[in-house]
């Protein structure tokens, strides 16, 4: 008995290397790596969890301007992250809003650093709900600039000018639809 206790680890180490193959060659399945790192967050494809902002945004026919501008910009797989972030997304129509060739000239490769900024600008980390708003609030932005609330007598808020029209929430934060392409002073 005690010579097969003895033995008894090396039996069952002879059977895990019979049970790996045996054949002496390594068969390695690795993942196409170079794929994966030309791409970001964004590309990650899960269609079981809540939307994050920018899959809201992708989900909406009244922000497909904003959604080529965030590509312009590379700024998708930031806004992919986990987040918290508050997003004040300008529709369609706020962005036709804007100076002829206004949009045009930013989305250009060379503009690219430019249209982040004021893309940055929309953004707050943390999530801030409607009800947290107050009048002649200061809320800091993503780019270290600042917005004002302003809240008026019927009981809507505006940013910076820009009237929240609507609210979503994301997996990642939240969203306010504005009705105003928010541009920084300086910009």
Request: glycine share 8%; charged share 20%; net charge negative.
């Amino acid at each position: 008995m005690k010579s097969i206790i003895k033995y008894f680890p090396l039996l069952v180490l002879t059977l895990m290397i019979a049970g790996c193959g045996g054949s002496g060659e390594q068969q390695q399945s690795t993942p196409d790596t170079s794929a994966m790192l030309s791409e970001g967050q964004s590309a990650v494809k899960d269609d079981i969890s809540n939307p994050n902002i920018v899959q809201v945004a992708v989900g909406s026919a009244d922000h497909s301007t904003l959604v080529a501008a965030l590509k312009a910009a590379q700024y998708v797989d930031a806004l992919t992250n986990v987040g918290p972030f508050t997003v004040f997304a300008p529709t369609n129509a706020a962005f036709a809003a804007l100076p002829a060739g206004t949009l045009e000239t930013l989305t250009k490769p060379e503009n690219q650093r430019t249209l982040r900024d004021i893309l940055e600008y929309h953004v707050l980390l943390g999530v801030y709900k409607p009800e947290t708003f107050l009048n002649d609030k200061k809320l800091g932005t993503a780019d270290g600039r600042s917005l004002m609330v302003e809240m008026t007598a019927d009981g809507s808020i505006l940013i910076n000018g820009g009237k929240i029209i609507g609210t979503v929430s994301a997996s990642n934060g939240i969203i306010h639809v504005i009705d105003k392409v928010l541009v920084p002073e300086d910009k």
